[in-house]
C-alpha cells in the first residue's frame, strides 16, 4: 500500500512512535492523518503539524473507538489505513516476585488497550471495509508479542494476545482483501522505554520513532504482515523454535541476571 492520497487513523499518535508515523504518513501525502489519543493536547499539537485532525478518545473503550471512526469517515471519506499503536507500559517488576502479580489492574488495563482496542477497531471496520472491498489495519505490537519480555508479565501476555488476534484477522479476512501488518520493534527511543530502567530490550540498540517510522513505510509498501525495526528478532525467534526449552533456560538467566542487579 501507498499511503499517498489515503485517509490514515493513529491511535496513540500524540506522542513517540504514533507521532512519528502521522508525521510520515503526512510527508508521504496522506489525505488526512486523524490522531486519536487520550492526551487530548498533544493530539491536537500533532494535528497541527500534519495538517490532520485531532480526537480524544481511550482505546479501552468501544464506543470511543466506535466515534472515531464514525466521525472520521462523515468528515474526510473511507478510512484506509488504521494504526492500532496505543499502548502502556505498567507492571513492570525486576525482580518478578510473582508473575501473576498482586492484582487485576495492571492485567486487565492491558488487556483493554493491547488487545480489546484492536478487536473493537476491526469490529467497526472490517464490516465498512468488507462493503468498499478492502482496508489495511497496521497494529503495533512489540517484540515482546514475539518472544518476551523479562520483568514484564502482563505486557508480554497481551502483546502475545495481539499478536494471535492479528494473525486471525489476517486469516480471517484475506478474502476480503483486508491486509494486516504487525509492527515489533524492541526499544524505542519513546517515554515508554524510558519510564522503565535500561534492560534486555535495549541490547540491540534503541531506534528513534523516526527510524521505526520508516521502516513502517516500508513494510505498508511491501505488505508484509511482520515488521520487524530489529531485524535480530527474526533470529531470536528462529531460536525460540528450534528448541524451546533452551531458550526459556536463556531467558531465566536473563531474569536472574536482573534480579542481582535490582536487589543490590
Ligand atoms: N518504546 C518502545 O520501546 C516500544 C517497543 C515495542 C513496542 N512499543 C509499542 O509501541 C506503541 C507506542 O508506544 P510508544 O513507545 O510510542 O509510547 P508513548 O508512551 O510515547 O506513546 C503511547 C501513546 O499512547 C497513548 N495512550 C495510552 N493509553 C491510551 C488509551 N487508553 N487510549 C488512547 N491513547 C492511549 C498515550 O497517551 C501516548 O500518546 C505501544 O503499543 C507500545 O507498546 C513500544
Not at 489476517?170 to 519510564?195: E, F, W, Y
Request: hydrophobic share 40%; glycine share 10%.
Amino acid at each position: 500500500m501507498q499511503v499517498t492520497g489515503k485517509v490514515v487513523v493513529v491511535t496513540g499518535g500524540a506522542n513517540g512512535i504514533g507521532k512519528a508515523l502521522c508525521d510520515a504518513f503526512h510527508k508521504a501525502g496522506a489525505a488526512k492523518v486523524v490522531v486519536a489519543d487520550m492526551d487530548a493536547a498533544n493530539a491536537r499539537a500533532v494535528a497541527a503539524m500534519v495538517d490532520g485532525a485531532a480526537f480524544r478518545c481511550d482505546v479501552a473503550q468501544e464506543k470511543e473507538i466506535a466515534h472515531v471512526i464514525e466521525e472520521t469517515e462523515r468528515q474526510f471519506g473511507p478510512i484506509d489505513l488504521f494504526c492500532s499503536n496505543a499502548g502502556i507500559g505498567g507492571g513492570f517488576d525486576p525482580m518478578s516476585v510473582n508473575a501473576g502479580g498482586a492484582s487485576d489492574e495492571p492485567w486487565q488495563r492491558s488487556w483493554a488497550i493491547h488487545v480489546m482496542a484492536h478487536v473493537y477497531a476491526a469490529r467497526h471496520l472490517v464490516p465498512r471495509m468488507k462493503a468498499r472491498g478492502g482496508g489495511y489495519f497496521l497494529n503495533t505490537i512489540s517484540a515482546a508479542g514475539l518472544l518476551s519480555q523479562v520483568g514484564s508479565p502482563a505486557y508480554s501476555t497481551t502483546k502475545h494476545a495481539a499478536v494471535g488476534f492479528a494473525e486471525n484477522l489476517a486469516i480471517s479476512h484475506k478474502a476480503h482483501n483486508i491486509k494486516v501488518s504487525i509492527l515489533c520493534p524492541q526499544g524505542v527511543d519513546t517515554n515508554m522505554l524510558r519510564s522503565i530502567p535500561k534492560g534486555p530490550q535495549s541490547v540491540d540498540g534503541d531506534l528513534t520513532p523516526e527510524q521505526v517510522a520508516k521502516d513502517v513505510l516500508a513494510g505498508l509498501e511491501q505488505e508484509t504482515f511482520l515488521i520487524l525495526p530489529h531485524p535480530q528478532v527474526l533470529g531470536y525467534m528462529r531460536k525460540k523454535t528450534e528448541n524451546y526449552d533452551r531458550w526459556i533456560g536463556g531467558m531465566a538467566k536473563i531474569q536472574a541476571k536482573m534480579r542481582e542487579e535490582f536487589g543490590k
